[in-house]
């Protein structure tokens, strides 16, 4: 009983942890109530029985106190109100602690026997004119381990006894009993109509399980049953921890009502892809893309173009350089791409919120708001950590190997072609003036008829074209790869910034919900699975 009762304290203070912050307090209170209550009684004697009779005004409690305890204890009388403050009958060795901490001052040892171990109070009327004996009886209600509910025969069914106090305790009917007292006020057949119709209320209190016994407080009639029902209890020494299992079962419902749902714990494939397409948009990926093909582009042209024309390239800014993107991957560098446009945020803006709907749509309660809440909470820090992923991202900008080699070709073919040149031009020289008779023109040398320096100005010409135009194609492909590398690194990043920043927090609800509904099913305990196989049940 005891292990078990700490297992399920322990789930319940778990779920207690869960529900601080995502449910209103309102459904908490109880449960954090029962758990500081159950740290501060299983912290003292729990093998005594504190029994408190707690009824109606003039019910004969008081009465039936003193006949439990074989002294006149307490103040019995007609005029109201009698009972101020609680008053303990204590049978055994008196538990000190327990009744400081039940704040019970008036202390009365009345014997010791099969009754040992028993705290009995003579509680104040639940209904009293005075205030503070109404808040006495609550603040008792709720502390002691057996209530014995005293009620005569024309206040049994009293309204306040069982809205405020009986159907309040369903769940506690292993710890309460009922006495029908002032028996005698009643023929046989009235009491037996009479306590047979109190247990027709009690069970629509859905107390159905608890004892009902009748006496006369005066008399001693069925006293000796109300001794042995108290006998058993105190004998079983498991008042306390009846009491507690109780409290902890009947803080569960406020807490799981909106348990039952059984939800993946994970956000949707679709939504997920959305927000990371809404993300990359924002991010400005395709954006940086463009700029690593062209530069790419740029800068194959620069070492392998043609080198007569090729200059003209340099008027043209570096795209990467312009959008102040690092070669390598730098985090703290801040970038110059633009802000994501009021397009691209409400973009993201509608992104987040459908997965947050989405993660949470099967939920009820408060649970969807808390997982939509979850989805947008970090939505700030967002646009600054996407620049800082494009900064880190690998745009691997590294030269290729082939363009060195290619553009000292390129420089050697355009030697060539200038050779070609200046020897043409030397002939033109030597040609003009050999016109003008002052020089004799020399003899070009010829390959099958073509003239050498031409050869050379024109096939080293075109071999530079040639070349160059062969390397655009290349470095075009290059462009092509580079672009799908970066795209690939940058969405990996994004995703993890998303994951960091929105995934992981909705899921985390998801999977508090979870935790929370698995807890307060082991808070629940053995009622909580017997409630659930009938409601399994067929009907
Ligand atoms: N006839 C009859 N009167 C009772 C019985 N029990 C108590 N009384 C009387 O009812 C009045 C109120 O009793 P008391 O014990 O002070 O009631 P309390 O307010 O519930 O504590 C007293 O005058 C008692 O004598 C009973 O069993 N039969
Ligand atoms: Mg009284």
């Not at 303990?88 to 171990?117: C, F, K, N, Q, Y």
């Not at 006495?179 to 109509?193: C, E, G, H, I, P």
């Not at 800068?299 to 690092?326: E, I, K, M, S, Y």
């Not at 745009?395 to 050697?412: E, H, I, S, Y």
């Amino acid at each position: 009983m005891r292990r078990d009762l700490d297992h399920r304290l322990a789930a319940l203070v778990r779920a207690v942890e869960l529900a601080d912050g995502r449910l209103d307090e309102e459904a908490i209170a109880p449960a954090r109530g029962v758990v500081k209550r159950a740290g501060e009684r299983l912290g003292l004697d729990l093998e005594a029985t504190v029994a408190a009779l707690a009824g109606p005004t003039g019910a004969g409690k008081s009465t039936l106190f003193n006949a439990l305890a074989g002294a006149e204890l307490a103040h019995t009388s007609r005029r109201r109100p009698t009972t101020s403050a609680p008053t303990a009958a204590i049978w055994g060795e008196a538990p000190d602690a327990l009744l400081d901490w039940l704040e019970v001052p008036l202390r009365h040892i009345v014997g010791d026997g099969t009754l040992s171990g028993l705290v009995l109070l003579d509680l104040p009327d639940f209904d009293s004119v005075e205030e503070s004996h109404r808040l006495e009886v609550d603040r008792l209600v709720e502390l002691v381990d057996l209530l014995v509910w005293v009620v005569d025969p024309q206040k049994y069914a009293d309204a306040a006894l069982h809205e405020r106090y009986l159907r309040p305790l369903a769940r506690h009917a292993g710890s309460m009993a009922v006495v029908l007292n002032q028996s005698d006020v009643l023929s046989a057949d009235a009491l037996r109509a009479c306590r047979a119709d109190l247990v027709r209320v009690l069970a629509e209190d859905g107390l159905e399980d608890v004892p009902v016994l009748a006496a006369s407080a005066t008399t001693g009639d069925g006293v000796r049953a109300v001794t042995e029902l108290l006998e058993e209890r105190v004998a079983r020494r498991e008042a306390a921890l009846e009491r507690l299992s109780a409290d902890v079962a009947s803080a569960v419902p406020a807490l799981s009502r909106h348990c039952g749902a059984e939800v993946e714990a994970s956000v949707g494939r679709d939504e997920r892809a959305r927000l990371l397409a809404a993300l990359a948009e924002a991010a400005g990926v395709p954006t940086v893309v463009s700029a690593v093909a062209r530069a790419h582009r740029r800068r194959g042209a620069l070492a392998t173009g043609w080198p007569f024309v090729r200059w003209l390239r340099r008027f043209r800014p570096d795209p990467l350089r312009r959008l102040r993107l690092p070669d390598r991957p730098d985090e703290a560098t801040h970038t110059s791409l633009p802000r994501p446009s009021p397009v691209q945020r409400a973009g993201v803006d509608s992104a987040l919120r459908e997965l947050g709907a989405g993660a949470g749509a099967a939920l009820s309660g408060p649970w969807p708001g808390v997982v939509r809440s979850a989805a947008t909470a970090r939505e700030d820090e967002l646009a600054d950590r996407l620049d800082r992923a494009v900064a880190g991202a690998d745009v691997r900008m590294r030269r290729p190997r082939w363009w060195r080699l290619a553009g000292v070709l390129q420089v050697l073919l355009a030697l060539v072609a200038v050779a070609g040149a200046v020897w043409l031009a030397v002939l033109a020289v030597l040609a003009v003036l050999g016109y003008l008779q002052l020089a004799e023109a020399l003899p070009t040398p010829r390959v099958d008829d073509v003239p050498v320096p031409t050869m050379l100005l024109v096939g080293g010409a075109a071999a530079g074209v040639v070349l160059a135009v062969l390397a655009r194609m290349v470095n075009g492909l290059g462009a092509c790869r580079r672009a799908r590398g970066t795209a690939r690194s940058l969405r990996a990043r994004i995703e993890a910034v998303a994951s960091e920043l929105v995934v992981e927090p909705v899921e985390a609800e998801l999977r508090a919900h979870g935790e929370l509904c698995a807890a307060l099913e082991q808070a629940g305990g053995s009622g909580g699975l017997r409630r659930r196989l009938k409601a399994l049940a067929p009907a």
